[in-house]
């Protein structure tokens, strides 16, 4: 039996393509701005693990206790056939679900889907060693672009959206990528979402603003990215990073702030931009939801929240949905 297949629906130059389109409307809009998927190459990625590891950074800790907290109460109760992860990465998280007593009973198959070749057949590699009952269907996309690529259900799935993705994108893509799932889900599918909570504005800016300067680092990093992926001139000790709460819109924002004038030539876009002393770009936006924000968003997605997870002090969220 073949326990492994792979599916790839983009490539290097596919991502480059989508790049330039995407960084040309963003360095030519007003307010000027960048999509957070860009921030994760190599040295991106390194330094995430990194900021996941900060005393300031929570949501990471928060997530996996709670995972570790319900994994075997619901897999038993769920008792999924099929696990499909969107950004699974290297699936470290999934793992705690993996380990579940009850899984060798039903659980079947795994379907990770990440942007990265590498990432998804060294972590399917490791996933069929420890797991024999598994069997692995990779899928290689942007989950923009390509989650109607992922094989329809063939049982009963519970589908993992985590790490508080969902919170840098705004309203309406919420909505239309939340639908989304809901189409790949299946009628009886479940979907896992993490979700970061609102708190306290002192203890969100921290996170974001760690005294060890990783945060700031891995900001800057994404000029590095347009440097290496568009022949971009950005210098990035020509930025600074900025981040801080907007409570009207319930959302931390990440910027780059121009020290000086200066043009940005970013050859592969044909884009030349023109920066003001003070003018930032915009490259995150981190919502922080409610129990009732995220059964609100839930509800515009055809989705309807069952259960919902949380720590003592409230500080991340796991919500449980299912097709309403």
């Not at 972590?123 to 069929?128: H, K, N, Q, T």
């Amino acid at each position: 039996m073949i326990r492994f297949h792979l599916d790839v629906h983009m490539n290097n130059s596919g991502v480059l393509h989508t790049m330039a389109d995407e960084v040309r409307a963003g360095l030519t809009a007003t307010p000027k701005f960048l999509s957070p998927k860009y921030f994760y190459n190599e040295a991106g990625s390194q330094l995430f693990e990194q900021i996941s590891q900060l005393p300031e950074y929570y949501p990471t800790r928060m997530e996996h206790g709670l995972l570790a907290d319900i994994a075997d109460d619901l897999m038993s109760t769920l008792r999924p056939q099929e696990l499909v992860e969107l950004g699974s990465g290297s699936s470290t998280k999934t793992r705690l679900l993996l380990d579940a007593p009850s899984n060798p009973d039903h659980l079947k198959l795994y379907i990770p889907f990440d942007v990265s070749v590498s990432i998804v057949n060294e972590a399917a590699e490791d996933l069929l060693e420890h797991y024999p009952f598994l069997s692995v269907h990779g899928v290689v996309g942007d989950f923009g672009q390509h989650l109607e690529r992922i094989p329809e259900p063939q049982g009963h799935r519970l589908v993992l959206f985590l790490g508080s993705t969902i919170g840098n994108m705004h309203h309406d893509e919420r909505i239309d990528f939340l639908t989304s799932i809901r189409n790949v889900m299946g009628d009886d599918g479940r979907l896992l979402l993490g979700v970061d909570q609102v708190k306290d504005t002192s203890v969100l800016e921290a996170a974001y603003n760690d005294t060890q300067g990783v945060t700031a680092e891995f900001n800057l990093n994404i000029l590095e990215v347009l440097n290496q992926g568009l022949h971009a001139d950005f210098q990035p000790s020509a930025f600074t990073h900025r981040a801080f709460f907007n409570k009207a819109e319930s959302r931390i924002e990440m910027h780059l702030v121009s020290e000086s004038s200066q043009n940005v030539t970013v050859k592969d876009a044909g884009l030349t931009v023109h920066m003001e002393q003070g003018e930032s770009i915009w490259t995150e936006s981190s919502y922080k939801f409610t129990q009732d924000s995220t059964a609100e968003m839930l509800a515009e997605s055809g989705l309807e929240l069952v259960n919902w997870y949380t720590d003592e002090a409230r500080l991340f969220g796991l919500a449980l949905a299912k097709p309403a």
